[in-house]
């Protein structure tokens, strides 16, 4: 069952597309769509989705009304969405948005596009590997759906919900890459360490700017993850690289000052038994 809100905004669904067939279609045809559409969302208010998908989805295809067209694909998209169809559910979103991106309603199926996506995502169980070393495509695809959606209508609502839901969106690919950068430095190979850490921290560096990581949010940037990019261009025989990432280090930031200081220490003594002077701007 739908919350009162979900309740509501559908009510008014059908007076705002009432008010529009009744501006574009009269006659019989008209107010039987109009039964038709009504009964349908009826259908979707009380959980009947397989009624709800089979009369929105055939109001969507054969009704020559644009009004009851749009407001049954829209609709049809939310049915096949409370039904954990979520693929099928981005679709139509898709859809709309590819014929209707300034509509009134664009910015709800943007955004319930962009969920559908997240709803894809994997999740933690013991039964399997962590989250972040599953496929990311949906996480991929889940993070361009909130930027189209905060970047085409960033006054809505709908903009203000996506902003909260990306940083979780971020805070996934920044495990993701910490995962991968693990995966590297457990099997000693340290391109794949340098490779997926800079990509990680350029990533989380774009990110900040954008503000879709709140200064405090965890990310790539770590004592612990510039350890490991240190000792990786350490391997690699690449000083230039490994200052790159010490002035990184003194940037980021620290729980507290013993730390901090260990952490430098500890990058510093890794120069000092390769025999690498610190070059003069650093």
Not at 144 to 169: K, N, T, W
Not at 196 to 211: D, H, P, V, Y
Not at 216 to 230: D, H, Q, T, Y
């Amino acid at each position: 069952m739908h919350s009162r809100l979900t309740t509501l905004l559908l009510v008014v669904a059908v007076a705002l597309v009432g008010a529009a067939c009744s501006k574009s279609a009269t006659g019989g045809a008209a107010e039987s769509q109009m039964k038709q559409y009504t009964d349908a969302l009826q259908a979707l208010i009380d959980g009947n989705y397989l009624d709800a998908t089979t009369k929105f989805e055939d109001l969507a295809n054969k009704t020559l009304d644009q009004a009851m067209q749009e407001n049954s694909t829209i609709r049809l998209g939310d049915t096949l969405f409370y039904q954990g169809r979520y693929r099928e559910a981005a679709e139509i979103y898709r859809e709309y948005l590819t014929q209707r991106d300034d509509s009134p309603d664009a910015p709800h199926a943007a955004y319930m596009r962009a969920v559908a996506f997240l709803r894809r995502t994997p999740e933690d169980s013991w039964l399997m590997p962590p989250a972040e070393a599953r496929e990311m495509t949906d996480v991929d695809l889940a993070y361009g759906a909130f930027v189209y959606l905060i970047q085409r209508y960033p006054d809505s609502y709908h903009a203000l919900r996506a902003r909260y839901q990306i940083s979780a969106v971020v805070q996934r690919r920044c495990r993701n890459h910490m995962y991968v950068a693990d995966y590297y430095h457990k099997r000693e190979t340290p391109a794949g360490v340098m490779q997926r850490l800079e990509q990680g921290l350029s990533m989380e560096e774009t990110e900040r700017a954008a503000g879709n990581l709140a200064p405090s949010m965890p990310c790539v940037a770590s004592p612990r993850s510039m350890l490991m990019l240190a000792q990786a261009y350490v391997q690699l025989d690449d000083p230039k690289g490994f200052w790159s990432t010490l002035a990184r280090t003194k940037l980021i930031w620290f729980p507290d000052a013993q730390q901090r200081s260990a952490t430098l220490t500890a990058i510093q003594d890794m120069a000092s038994k390769k025999g690498w002077q610190q070059p003069a701007q650093q």
